[in-house]
Structure formats: C-alpha cells, structure tokens
Antibody, heavy 122, light 106 residues
Framework: DVQLVESGGGLVKPGGSLRLSCAAS????????MNWVRQTPEKGLEWVGR??????????DYAAFVKGRFIISRDDLKSTLYLQMDSLRSEDTAVYFC?????????????WGQGTMVIVSS | DIQMTQSPTTLSASIGDRVTITCRAS??????LAWYQQKPGKAPKLLIY???SLERGVPSRFSGSGSGTEFTLTISSLQPDDFATYYC????????FGQGTKLEIK
C-alpha cells in the first residue's frame, strides 16, 4: 500500500526551529513530486512548498509566506521528504501534511500523510 | 495568486439527495482542478483530478465538471459515508484550495 508518514511535529517557541520528516513507501519515491501542505481552522489548507523529482529538474518551490524561513529537501535513497522550519512564528501553528502525485502526470495531490501537528507558542 | 471560492460553505442534505458544490477560480486554470474529501481528524483524500477524472476506488456517484473558471462537484445519491468537508484545488499555477464546503446531514 502507498503510505506517507509524517513525524517531527511538536511544541516550539517563537523564533525556534523544527524539522519535519515524511517517510514514503509503496511507490517509487524518486519519481514523485512531493509537497508540504498545512491546515489551520482559520486559513484552511495552504500549500507550503514543493519538491519536483530529479528527472523533472529537482526544483524546489515555496509559497510566498515562507520567505526563506523553510527549506524542503528529499533523500530518494531513504524515500524521505523533509521540511526544515526556522524562525517559526505563532501563525505557523498548523497540521502539516506531506503529499505526493505518485509520479503520475496529472499533478494532483494523490496521496496524503496523516499529518503532524506543529504548535508555535511561548 | 489564483483565488478559489467555493459555494455553499455549508450544505444540509439527506441520504439519497443529489448535491452540487460549486468552485470558482479568479482566473482561468486550464482544467488543472481537483476535488478532495476530508473527514474530521483525517487527511484530505483525492476524489477527482483534471476536472472530471475519477480517482481509482472512488464511487461513481461522484462526478466533476466545468471549464474556464467555473467547476462543480456532484454527488448523485448521497450515502452516509459522504458527509464530510469537500475542497476544490487549482494546480495550474502553484496550488490554491477553496475554503471548503461542509456537507451535513439534514
């Protein structure tokens, strides 16, 4: 079965850092475009950023609100996606999901992980 | 940024009803539209991609249509498992989600 499992969430103080991981299984991870999406009751679902597959250029793209604070990386040998979050703010409090298009050509977010909660609070 | 606006925000319906949810994009998205279903405490689940293509395993009572900037998700005959929140998403330029439509039991 295709599965994405996020980890690394927790409570962090404003200005602090956190690294999220997303372990993938059941599909060829290196072929997939991977995304981070977050969700809050106030703003709903928000795209955070994307990692394209190396065969499609390996580009990293980010939402404007990231503003250099977050970095996405991937380890295709470990089938794992990462989100390094620095300079965290209270408004970054959310459930963070990783998603994949499974390498299929139509670009939608075909599979989602269960999410990991990030709370930024003093 | 492309904005996605769903209507209605909340929809009350009964088992067996036909329901339609509308999603409007602030500019043309060239058919790069998906619909997701989310239940409380769970991740969103892909239902439809490319406006009208049904994801594998999704019941055929779900269908999508539209073009340009106006799109609809239709559930032909509501089942108990369908009461959830539905989101549209454009992926023509980056990714933007609608604010969601909560489908409730009448």
């Amino acid at each position: 079965d295709v599965q994405l499992v996020e980890s690394g969430g927790g409570l962090v103080k404003p200005g602090g850092s956190l690294r999220l991981s997303c372990a993938a299984s059941g599909f060829t991870f290196s072929h997939g475009w991977m995304n981070w999406v977050r969700q809050t009751p106030e703003k709903g679902l928000e795209w955070v950023g994307r990692s394209k597959s190396k065969t499609d250029g390996g580009t990293l793209d980010y939402a404007a609100f990231v503003k250099g604070r977050f970095i996405i990386s991937r380890d295709d040998l470990k089938s794992t996606l990462y989100l390094q979050m620095d300079s965290l703010r209270s408004e970054d409090t959310a459930v963070y999901f990783c998603t994949t298009d499974l390498g299929r050509p139509w670009g939608s977010m075909d599979v989602w992980g269960q999410g990991t909660m990030v709370i930024v609070s003093s | 940024d492309i904005q996605m606006t769903q209507s209605p925000t909340t929809l009350s319906a009964s088992i067996g009803d036909r329901v339609t949810i509308t999603c409007r994009a602030s500019q043309s998205i060239s058919g790069w539209l998906a619909w997701y279903q989310q239940k409380p405490g769970k991740a969103p689940k892909l239902l439809i991609y490319r406006v009208s293509s049904l994801e594998r395993g999704v019941p055929s009572r779900f269908s999508g249509s539209g073009s340009g900037t106006e799109f609809t998700l239709t559930i032909s005959s509501l089942q108990p498992d369908d009461f959830a929140t539905y989101y549209c998403q454009q992926y023509n330029r980056w990714y933007t989600f609608g604010q969601g439509t909560k489908l409730e039991i009448k």
